[in-house]
């Protein structure tokens, strides 16, 4: 018998061959096969046994489970910031799993109601801006074209809104649930806007009772922004690492006389946290017969804290002087001003909103070819034409225009720049940059005849959740329901995700949604702030 084909025994294989299982290799062998593994797949490994349980739960091994699907995730770029020394990795990574799994499922893992003050005419303190009076219209079927703005406002996580029953102003950690007083006083006021960004919350409000009579029909408010600064602080609790300080900053008034409560007098505004800057367009109610609407566009400076409040001090006896700190103005562009820069709206505006950044205004104009109403366009453009007038506010300096009709070629590539975040954000280092607001809102026409009603990008996740409306001509299907999905930009062409039917009744009552890669924020049709979580 030839020895040499001897299988070998048993105890041969136990003595010397101690790999029994996966999670026994060396572990830049596991590591190298577990790379091969999917995050769902990953997560699903740690049910196999005790052991796998340990092996696929270390710390290290989930870091590397990071670093491989979830490089962009919002832990990723801020671990060292947010989760201190030691991060809990296996639970983070199961966490971003679950996430991600539901968003590329286009799936809510769990929906969320709050209930807010809503906009009633006499009957609540919330009177908001009326926009433009224009609709679209495309034969038997009408749609909105810009909402009324919500009763709420959320960034960076943080939804400030006013509580039904305290009447109470309030700001909801997302990721915390936990619930911070907004030192804001709104008894005798009435709310017209208020907006969360850069950190700092401006409230724009006017007092309750007329301030004098301004015809023999119409009566003036006077009206006033408050802002406070909104800070992230380590929190002393144990429950949570962060918590939120919320201190008043300053106060001015926005309009020398005052505005009537109306849906007539109109203004949009914007700030950042060193500016704030407010278009103003009010009917002419001149006794000489004049047309034209009033219009103009101010430019405040308001980094500078200061505890003076003009509406504690109508007569203005106790108002700083001009070498004290406050608000104050650098720039106001009158009509003939607006005119010369090609921003003068009149009887057809355009304005759809106003951005700034720190040293340039930006005015965001769009028209389209189905616009109906008191103020739609008298020569309609050819599709949807957007544009973006700059105009630096300190010193002087060229205007930047930039537009864009989405006129389209024969292979229906209507805007080359709308659409995914690949196109949005070419340039990777841009990723956790804010979108430059010099670009025209293309986002809005980048499937015509979609109407990209709102939308949610999250460029340094490179997730982008969008909402369009559309009137499709056909006969066979006129109207198409609208539609929230997700976009994901990666190296790979990844299809457009569609959420089920319900969710633009559970978000898009307002027509606006807010949020990143861990959840939207929007209204239902009851009025209730809807939270989709991931």
């Known amino acids: 018998m030839n020895t040499n084909n001897t299988q070998p025994t048993t105890s041969y294989i136990e003595n010397h061959c101690k790999v029994r299982d996966l999670i026994d290799l060396p572990n830049d062998i596991f590591l190298l096969i577990a790379s091969y593994l999917s995050a769902q ?148 006021k009435t709310i017209r806007r208020l907006r969360l960004t850069c950190g700092v919350l401006v409230i724009e409000w006017c007092e309750r009772e007329p301030y004098h009579q301004l015809n023999d029909r119409e009566t003036v408010h006077r009206h006033f922004a408050t802002a406070f600064d909104v800070r992230r602080q380590p929190s002393s609790s144990p429950d949570f690492r962060f918590t939120w300080d919320i201190t008043f900053r300053s106060e001015w008034k926005i309009h020398f006389l005052g505005l009537p409560l109306n849906n007539h007098d109109r203004f949009f505004s914007a700030h950042t946290s060193t500016h704030y800057a407010l278009y103003l367009w009010q009917p002419n109610r001149s006794p000489w017969g004049e047309e034209d609407p009033l219009e103009q566009l101010t430019i405040w400076d308001i980094s500078a804290p200061s505890p003076y409040r003009p509406s504690l001090d109508p007569t203005g006896a106790n108002k700083p002087g001009a070498d004290q700190r406050g608000p104050a103005v650098v720039n106001r562009f009158t009509w003939r001003d607006l005119e010369f820069l090609g921003l003068r709206q009149r009887h057809t505006p355009r304005l759809r909103e106003v951005l700034l950044d720190e040293a340039n205004v930006y005015v965001h104009e769009e028209e389209h070819r189905w616009l109906v109403g008191q103020h739609s366009p008298l020569s309609p453009p050819r599709h949807h034409e957007v544009r973006c007038t700059a105009v630096p506010f300190l010193g002087a300096g060229p205007r930047w225009v930039d537009e864009c009709c989405a006129d389209g070629d024969v292979h229906m590539s209507f805007c080359p720049r709308a659409g995914s975040l690949s196109r949005v954000f070419p340039d990777p280092e841009r990723r956790d940059a804010v979108e430059w607001p010099g670009r025209p809102p293309c986002w809005r026409h980048e499937e015509f005849p979609y109407l990209t009603v709102s939308d949610v990008p999250d460029p340094a996740a490179g997730v982008r959740i969008v909402a369009r409306q559309c009137f499709i001509m056909e006969a066979l299907s006129s109207f198409v329901l609208p539609k929230v999905s997700l976009e994901e930009d990666d190296d790979d062409e990844t299809p457009e995700l569609r959420f089920a039917d319900n969710m633009w009744w559970e978000l898009l009552a307002k027509g606006r949604i807010e949020g990143d890669e861990r959840w939207v924020v929007g209204e239902d049709s009851t009025g209730r702030v809807t939270i989709v979580r991931f």
Request: hydrophobic fraction near 40%.
């Open 41 to 188: 797949d990953a997560v699903l490994c740690r049910r196999v046994s005790r052991a796998w349980f340990a092996a696929f739960s270390n710390g290290d091994v989930s870091w590397n489970f990071m670093r491989w699907h979830f490089t962009r995730s919002r832990e990723m770029r801020t671990a060292t910031a947010e989760l201190g020394d030691k991060p809990d990795w296996a639970r983070i990574f199961a966490k971003v799993a679950r996430r991600y799994y539901y968003l590329r499922t286009a799936k809510p893992r769990l929906i969320e109601k709050v209930d807010v003050v809503q906009e009633l005419p006499g009957k609540s303190s919330f009177y908001g801006v009326a926009p433009w009076n224009r609709w679209l219209r495309w034969n038997d079927n009408t749609a909105v074209f810009q909402d009324r703005d919500p009763t709420w406002c959320v960034d960076d996580g943080l939804l400030v809104y006013q509580e039904v029953v305290s009447g109470r102003y309030v700001a909801y950690d997302l990721e915390t649930r936990h619930r911070i007083s907004v030192p804001f006083d709104g008894a005798d």
